[in-house]
């Protein structure tokens, strides 16, 4: 449900209203946890630089509302957005801004994500100038990924290439580079956690993508369900959510055996993908089952970091 399903018969939703849902606030537990993760990693190998996860896990929300701007910036502007759209009304999309403002508020959100993270990589790293260097080039790789993905003349989420990436930035880079910025000195103990969280990301934008097809191969955007197909996205689908829970297993019997029923965090992830691949022709559903994949992501991403803060 939209804001504007909020608002009283005949009354205009506020300016505040629009520019939230914008923002699309019910993506950011995703971004949230997986910086949540890559703290409670760190803090198993001994290091808690809480003031950094602040800056971290802000740093991260803007991002992923700079990313939520630029998409709808760049799939009006590209003719994606058509009036058969199957998904949430966009902005631009839906005349209730134009270009040019969305814009302005696509510039302003890459501001204030590169503020942040400029603070947070030098608070993270002041004195170790290689290490400073690389996540400086590592952030603004980050703010590209964000905007390029729906914005410019060849945009990486039409040619197939937005699977990787989603599942690239808001995984293994977010939980890993959080975690080392955090204090963590071995990669190790890292690499499975942050694959998981790459595998919810992806399978957030594969059941989007998911709903989607038919609309994205009218448009030109080929993402990975338009070339794949609705019957081997939805086996993709389980692949990914199969990875997710080999993922976390591997982990807990490598690093805390007896933590193995954590797995238990990923059965409302899974439930949203059996609810996802059991009507994959249903738009009404997909559309629930994006925000439940979201919802059960984070339950899983930031649950298990919160578990490796236990002793």
Known sequence: MTPLAHQEPGKAPSPLTLWLWAARPRTLPLAASAIMLGFGLSVMQGAARWGIFLLALVTALLLQILSNLANDYGDAVSGADTPDRLGPRRMVGSGLTSPQRMFRAVLLAAAMALVSGLGLVFAACWGNWPLLAFFMLLG?????AAVL???GKRPYGYLGLGDFMAGLFFGPVAVWGSAVLCGAWQFAP???PGMAAGFCSTMVLNVNNMRDIETDRRTGKMTV???LGLANATRYHLVLALLVVLCWAGFWLLYRPGFLPALALALPLLESVR?????PRDAANLNAQLRNTVIGSAVCSAGMGLLCLLP
């Open 190 to 192: 890292l690499f499975l």
């Open 149 to 151: 993905y729906t914005v």
């Open 140 to 144: 603004a790789s980050c703010i590209a």
């Open 275 to 279: 609810r996802a691949v059991s009507r």
């Open 225 to 227: 369900a338009a070339r």
